[in-house]
């Protein structure tokens, strides 16, 4: 007797349909189980025979072939599992599977169904694909539940599933897991806890309104994470379809909550500088998994201690950085995955962290604090629209209460000006190439004049000319004004390095 | 330590110089623009005089004397701790071939070839106080080299002399600790001339003349941006902000402008005040 059902695997953000045959025939009593399984899914073979006698049902004593369609794709993982156990108990008494339908999920010997990663997505790709009904492991339910137009039920065990195909005791499908309303303020960090460092938050607010990569260099201890740390906080909470590709994200690397698998806040993520290229960009064995900059999707990555990253780690940033995301290959083939981020990098001025401070003497030779420097020029900063100084802050402030804007209003000007630059050309100020800029952002004659009277007198490269017309440009959004007006362009120009002319 | 004899150095361009005096300016490589601005200052009227200016070629204050006497029209001569044949730091080739063709000379006890040790160093501090009638040290942090080239001065009876600076200054640590240690106070050219008894030339018509030489009219400066810079230590333009109760992105564009005018200069840690206006030094 034959039965066929339907599972799904992941390549990336990508399912790949598998379609399970068991056959159940006369002969000598065995299991196969064929169609290119890797280890990992070959052992479903004792975990699927365990789980079907302990559920009290019955296991065929003939010769059983499970096969795994298509036979050329490389199968990984216990997701498979559910649908592998579902073929055999049909296929024993001969009844015919459900239409449309497809299992997700690893089986525990009592019969239990278990968690497995990336039930979002291979979810919404079923649903994308004309799957009308999907088994989910009961822990995973309210995750796969935040996908409309297909419905979700979610299987406690391997009989309650059995059941519900027979027709016996039916099971209640996951209600839709309504996208909660965003939170209105909720601000893990506000920009108002900061003491000082005015500099530096202005910057910040820019670089929110206008999407625009940021460098923060000052000494240790002068606050740089926390500064960076505020940035999610003041970026316009997530849009549904944003927190769904975060969830994405989260849902493969099995790290959603089940309860509020949907989140509102922005990603912050802060890989540490001794992170591999795989842990930052992706990768791994067989398919890839998504790295720290795809964690960051949507959100902030804070690259702290730049100059302590390797260069080559530094120069896969650059990819993502200009296309939003990155593509991997691996031996299990090629996925891509989202990675649109804000960066936040920061770094000390010299391995001391003390040149230029005038307050204490700088201990680092001038060829140190040169070939330190050399590391952080190149392609990277070129990419990056905004670079502010930041100075330890007086003690007597620090004793004050501090004194500043809370993120909710900065928050406010961020959004609006947001909105005002994506009426006007459809994206982000910092997306904006040269000729686009000449039609966005046209400047009038005195704001020209200024601009290229700096960029004259201080050797400017084209880039770094471009980059502070688009921070002008942004300066205005906040102002609320059309027109880029003189002042605009001089506050530009003053977010750059001293040494970084470029 | 025995500092080699004159003769005995290995020497690029015209060395010994013609007769006279010779001063040694000498100071730290991390200089505020004060120190730099009074270096330079101080070497190219020294030079104008007639006095062969001493220096060790580094960046900072170094630089700054070798380019003032240069700019005077002067002699100077580079002490290498290095072969005379090794530019260290490589940045300075240009600096020291203006030199050799300004006649004067590169000159090194050490023979060619000879890379830069950091042990070389203190030896050539020696050789500098060695080979001059007097040591001028303009800007010194605490551990600074230019203190050893003041210890050996006072080992070969030659006379210290410093220049003062802010007391919140780092670099002027050094400097004021040899002051009240007995050194003599520099503040202006005549002060050196004085010390190397050359007699009172023309340059210096009016010996009591404050420095006065802030780069551009206050009056210009509505907001008075400019007169809370210092000169030596720079000052953030959050720290502005805070004090004129101006709004950052405002404080920001105004110290562009400034920038743009020649009138502030902004370094690492934020701006300064420029000491000399349109000389956009970098």
Same mark, same amino acid.
């Given at each position: 007797?034959?039965?066929?059902?339907?599972?799904?695997?992941?390549?990336?953000?990508?399912?790949?349909?598998?379609?399970?045959?068991?056959?159940?025939?006369?002969?000598?009593?065995?299991?196969?189980?064929?169609?290119?399984?890797?280890?990992?899914?070959?052992?479903?073979?004792?975990?699927?025979?365990?789980?079907?006698?302990?559920?009290?049902?019955?296991?065929?004593?003939?010769?059983?072939?499970?096969?795994?369609?298509?036979?050329?794709?490389?199968?990984? /993982?216990?997701?498979?599992?559910?649908?592998?156990?579902?073929?055999?108990?049909?296929?024993?008494?001969?009844?015919?599977?459900?239409?449309?339908?497809?299992?997700?999920?690893?089986?525990?010997?009592?019969?239990?169904?278990?968690?497995?990663?990336?039930?979002?997505?291979?979810?919404?790709?079923?649903?994308?694909?004309?799957?009308?009904?999907?088994?989910?492991?009961?822990?995973?339910?309210?995750?796969?539940?935040?996908?409309?137009?297909?419905?979700?039920?979610?299987?406690?065990?391997?009989?309650?599933?059995?059941?519900?195909?027979?027709?016996?005791?039916?099971?209640?499908?996951?209600?839709?897991?309504?996208?909660?309303?965003?939170?209105?303020?909720?601000?893990?960090?506000?920009?108002?806890?900061?003491?000082?460092?005015?500099?530096?938050?202005?910057?910040?607010?820019?670089?929110?309104?206008?999407?625009?990569?940021?460098?923060?260099?000052?000494?240790? /201890?002068?606050?740089?994470?926390?500064?960076?740390?505020?940035?999610?906080?003041?970026?316009?909470?997530?849009?549904?379809?944003?927190?769904?590709?975060?969830?994405?994200?989260?849902?493969?690397?099995?790290?959603?909550?089940?309860?509020?698998?949907?989140?509102?806040?922005?990603?912050?993520?802060?890989?540490?500088?001794?992170?591999?290229?795989?842990?930052?960009?992706?990768?791994?064995?067989?398919?890839?998994?998504? /790295?720290?900059?795809?964690?960051?999707?949507?959100?902030?990555?804070?690259?702290?201690?730049?100059?302590?990253?390797?260069?080559?780690?530094?120069?896969?940033?650059?990819?993502?950085?200009?296309?939003?995301?990155?593509?991997?290959?691996?031996?299990? /083939?090629?996925?891509?995955?989202?990675?649109?981020?804000?960066?936040?990098?920061?770094?000390?001025?010299?391995?001391?962290?003390?040149?230029?401070?005038?307050?204490?003497?700088?201990?680092?030779?001038?060829?140190?604090?040169?070939?330190?420097?050399?590391?952080?020029?190149?392609?990277?900063?070129?990419?990056?629209?905004?670079?502010?100084?930041?100075?330890?802050?007086?003690?007597?402030?620090?004793?004050?209460?501090?004194?500043?804007?809370?993120?909710?209003?900065?928050?406010?000007?961020?959004?609006?000006?947001?909105?005002?630059?994506?009426?006007?050309?459809?994206?982000?100020?910092?997306?904006?190439?040269?000729?686009?800029?000449?039609?966005?952002?046209?400047?009038?004659?005195?704001?020209?004049?200024?601009?290229?009277?700096?960029?004259?007198?201080?050797?400017?490269?084209?880039?770094?000319?471009?980059?502070?017309?688009?921070?002008?440009?942004?300066?205005?959004?906040?102002?609320?004004?059309?027109?880029?007006?003189?002042?605009?362009?001089?506050?530009?120009?003053?977010?750059?390095?001293?040494?970084?002319?470029? | 330590?025995?500092?080699?004899?004159?003769?005995?150095?290995?020497?690029?361009?015209?060395?010994?110089?013609?007769?006279?005096?010779?001063?040694?300016?000498?100071?730290?490589?991390?200089?505020?623009?004060?120190?730099?601005?009074?270096?330079?200052?101080?070497?190219?009227?020294?030079?104008?005089?007639?006095?062969?200016?001493?220096?060790?070629?580094?960046?900072?204050?170094?630089?700054?004397?070798?380019?003032?006497?240069?700019?005077?029209?002067?002699?100077?001569?580079?002490?290498?701790?290095?072969?005379?044949?090794?530019?260290?730091?490589?940045?300075?080739?240009?600096?020291?071939?203006?030199?050799?063709?300004?006649?004067?000379?590169?000159?090194?006890?050490?023979?060619?070839?000879?890379?830069?040790?950091?042990?070389?160093?203190?030896?050539?501090?020696?050789?500098?106080?060695?080979?001059?009638?007097?040591?001028?040290? #303009?800007?010194?942090?605490?551990?600074?080299?230019?203190?050893?080239?003041?210890?050996?001065?006072?080992?070969?009876?030659?006379?210290?002399?410093?220049?003062?600076?802010?007391?919140?200054?780092?670099?002027?640590?050094?400097?004021?600790?040899?002051?009240?240690?007995?050194?003599?106070? #520099?503040?202006?050219?005549?002060?050196?001339?004085?010390?190397?008894?050359?007699?009172?030339?023309?340059?210096?018509?009016?010996?009591?003349?404050?420095?006065?030489?802030?780069?551009?009219?206050?009056?210009?400066?509505?907001?008075?941006?400019?007169?809370?810079?210092?000169?030596?230590?720079?000052?953030?333009?959050?720290?502005?902000?805070?004090?004129?109760?101006?709004?950052?992105?405002? #404080?920001?564009?105004?110290?562009?402008?400034?920038?743009?005018?020649?009138? #502030?200069?902004?370094?690492?840690?934020?701006?300064?005040?420029?000491?000399?206006?349109?000389?956009?030094?970098?």
């Amino acid at each position: 007797m034959l039965a066929t059902v339907d599972s799904c695997l992941l390549a990336g953000l990508e399912g790949r349909l598998v379609e399970v045959q068991a056959d159940a025939g006369n002969g000598k009593t065995e299991f196969q189980l064929v169609g290119l399984a890797a280890t990992s899914v070959r052992e479903a073979r004792q975990r699927v025979r365990s789980a079907i006698k302990n559920s009290a049902l019955p296991f065929p004593l003939a010769r059983l072939t499970v096969n795994l369609a298509p036979p050329e794709m490389r199968k990984e /993982g216990s997701t498979l599992d559910l649908a592998i156990a579902v073929s055999i108990v049909l296929a024993h008494d001969g009844r015919k599977p459900p239409p449309r339908t497809a299992y997700l999920g690893e089986l525990a010997l009592d019969g239990a169904v278990r968690h497995v990663d990336g039930v979002l997505v291979a979810v919404r790709w079923l649903r994308d694909h004309g799957f009308g009904t999907v088994f989910v492991p009961a822990a995973d339910a309210a995750e796969a539940a935040l996908v409309d137009g297909i419905q979700v039920m979610p299987s406690r065990d391997l009989a309650s599933v059995i059941a519900h195909v027979a027709g016996d005791a039916p099971i209640a499908p996951q209600p839709a897991t309504a996208p909660s309303l965003p939170p209105s303020a909720e601000i893990e960090l506000d920009l108002a806890d900061v003491h000082g460092q005015e500099e530096a938050k202005r910057a910040l607010e820019i670089a929110a309104a206008g999407g625009h990569h940021v460098l923060m260099s000052g000494p240790p /201890g002068a606050g740089k994470t926390m500064l960076a740390r505020c940035l999610a906080g003041i970026l316009p909470p997530l849009a549904l379809d944003e927190a769904l590709e975060v969830a994405q994200i989260r849902s493969l690397l099995g790290e959603l909550p089940a309860h509020t698998p949907l989140d509102w806040v922005r990603p912050f993520r802060a890989p540490h500088h001794g992170v591999s290229m795989a842990g930052l960009i992706g990768g791994g064995a067989g398919v890839a998994q998504p /790295g720290e900059i795809s964690r960051a999707h949507n959100g902030v990555l804070f690259v702290d201690e730049l100059a302590e990253f390797q260069a080559s780690v530094l120069q896969a940033l650059r990819q993502p950085l200009e296309a939003g995301r990155i593509t991997i290959t691996r031996s299990g /083939g090629s996925v891509a995955f989202p990675a649109r981020f804000t960066l936040v990098a920061a770094t000390n001025p010299c391995p001391c962290g003390w040149a230029g401070d005038g307050r204490r003497a700088c201990r680092c030779t001038p060829a140190v604090v040169d070939a330190y420097r050399r590391k952080l020029s190149g392609p990277l900063l070129d990419r990056i629209d905004l670079k502010v100084n930041v100075r330890r802050v007086p003690p007597t402030l620090l004793a004050n209460e501090p004194v500043g804007e809370r993120s909710a209003i900065v928050r406010e000007r961020v959004i609006a000006a947001r909105a005002q630059e994506l009426e006007r050309q459809g994206c982000l100020n910092a997306f904006l190439k040269p000729a686009r800029l000449r039609r966005h952002a046209a400047l009038e004659s005195a704001p020209r004049k200024t601009l290229e009277r700096w960029a004259e007198q201080q050797g400017l490269s084209a880039r770094g000319f471009h980059r502070a017309w688009r921070v002008a440009r942004t300066a205005a959004d906040l102002d609320g004004s059309d027109q880029i007006a003189e002042h605009h362009v001089l506050e530009a120009l003053g977010y750059r390095l001293h040494d970084a002319a470029a | 330590m025995q500092p080699p004899d004159e003769a005995s150095l290995h020497a690029r361009g015209r060395w010994p110089p013609a007769p006279g005096p010779r001063a040694a300016i000498v100071g730290s490589r991390n200089a505020s623009p004060y120190g730099e601005a009074v270096a330079e200052e101080l070497a190219r009227e020294l030079a104008a005089a007639g006095v062969v200016i001493v220096s060790g070629l580094a960046v900072g204050i170094d630089a700054a004397a070798h380019r003032g006497a240069l700019n005077g029209g002067g002699v100077t001569v580079a002490v290498m701790g290095t072969g005379v044949d090794i530019v260290y730091p490589a940045a300075h080739g240009e600096l020291a071939a203006r030199i050799i063709a300004g006649g004067g000379a590169l000159v090194s006890q050490f023979p060619d070839g000879t890379l830069p040790r950091r042990h070389q160093f203190p030896a050539r501090n020696w050789t500098m106080a060695a080979i001059s009638d007097v040591v001028v040290v #303009v800007e010194a942090d605490q551990r600074s080299g230019a203190l050893i080239t003041a210890e050996a001065a006072l080992e070969l009876s030659k006379d210290v002399m410093a220049v003062p600076g802010s007391v919140f200054s780092p670099m002027s640590v050094g400097t004021h600790g040899l002051i009240r240690d007995g050194a003599a106070l #520099v503040q202006n050219t005549r002060d050196v001339l004085a010390a190397l008894k050359v007699p009172r030339s023309e340059v210096l018509d009016d010996p009591l003349k404050t420095p006065q030489r802030l780069g551009f009219e206050l009056g210009r400066d509505a907001d008075g941006i400019v007169i809370h810079l210092s000169d030596t230590m720079a000052v953030s333009a959050a720290e502005l902000a805070r004090k004129l109760q101006l709004p950052i992105a405002e #404080v920001v564009g105004r110290l562009t402008s400034l920038e743009l005018e020649g009138a #502030v200069r902004r370094l690492d840690a934020g701006y300064v005040r420029s000491l000399r206006r349109g000389k956009g030094r970098a």
